[in-house]
């Protein structure tokens, strides 16, 4: 019993810093001191809701004039389709199933808000039976 001394402590593992307190102003200083090498970097935006910030690119974007958009079928194509169907008899859901569409296809072009599609135009112009005239019409779309 001589032999052990209770008055002796064993340090088995010394924990080190947790990551907040090794990410701390005081941590980076004093590790500065010691002389060891330290890298430190600022993330951009950390913490904060930057996901949607207005960069000089954005605001170039938005000063930018020019509107891009779709040509649509003519007013004109619009009537030779519907004066067409309504001499045939047929209902705008009666041309669409008959040209294997859906009836707002047909809604569209005669509104004139459609966007051209010569596989439609044609489909449609086979099934009024169109003349030669109202065919260059929806042609020319």
């Not at 701390?24 to 970097?41: C, N, P, Y």
């Not at 000089?56 to 891009?68: C, F, G, I, Q, V």
């Not at 649509?72 to 519907?82: C, H, N, S």
């Amino acid at each position: 019993m001589a032999e052990s001394d209770w008055d002796t402590v064993t340090v088995l593992r010394k924990k080190g810093p947790t990551a907040a307190q090794a990410k701390s102003k005081q941590a980076i200083l004093a590790a500065q001191r010691r002389g060891e090498d330290v890298e430190t970097s600022k993330k951009w935006a950390a913490g904060q809701n930057k996901q949607h910030s207005i960069t000089k690119n954005t605001a170039k974007l938005d000063r930018e004039t020019e509107e891009l958009h779709h040509d649509r079928v003519t007013l004109e194509v619009g009537k030779v389709i519907q004066q067409g169907r309504q001499s045939k008899g047929l209902t705008q859901k009666d041309l669409a199933t008959k040209i294997n569409e859906k009836p707002q296809v047909i809604a569209d072009y005669e509104s004139g808000r459609a966007i051209p599609n010569n596989q439609v135009l044609g489909k449609i112009e086979r099934a009024i039976d169109v003349g030669t005239r109202s065919a260059r019409a929806l042609r020319a779309q």
